[in-house]
Nanobody, 121 residues
């Protein structure tokens, strides 16, 4: 079994900062890409940031310069540092990881349950 668990969400004022984390655990042999999705009320889920094992990152234009993805491979953890938050950043933030399980030949994506981030005064 593999499990991804997010933490660190909450309520923050506009212009504020927040850091969320996602830890992968279980029968993991290796992790390739990791990333973050978000889904705002009434909108489709959006993949807005991902990072390779080697640290190469990609961002959606909507978050460039404000949100930063990073990872700690030794801890099987991906982070999201969010700065200059806006009301439109309010969403459920979920992580994913492309994981090769021990004893398996191919990897697949796993997702966490998500953590709520609310930006409001």
């Amino acid at each position: 079994q593999v499990q991804l668990v997010e933490s660190g969400g909450g309520l923050v004022q506009p212009g504020g900062s927040l850091r969320v984390s996602c830890v992968a655990s279980g029968s993991i042999f290796s992790i390739n890409a990791m990333g973050w999705y978000r889904q705002a009320p009434g909108k489709q889920r959006e993949l807005f940031a991902d990072i390779t094992y080697g640290g190469r990152t990609n961002y959606a234009d909507s978050v460039k310069g404000r949100l930063t993805i990073s990872r700690d491979n030794a801890k099987n953890t991906v982070y999201l540092q969010m700065n200059s938050l806006k009301a439109e950043d309010t969403a459920v933030y979920s992580c994913y990881a492309d994981i090769l399980r021990a004893g398996f030949l191919t990897s697949r994506n796993y997702w966490g349950q998500g953590t709520q981030v609310t930006v409001s005064s």
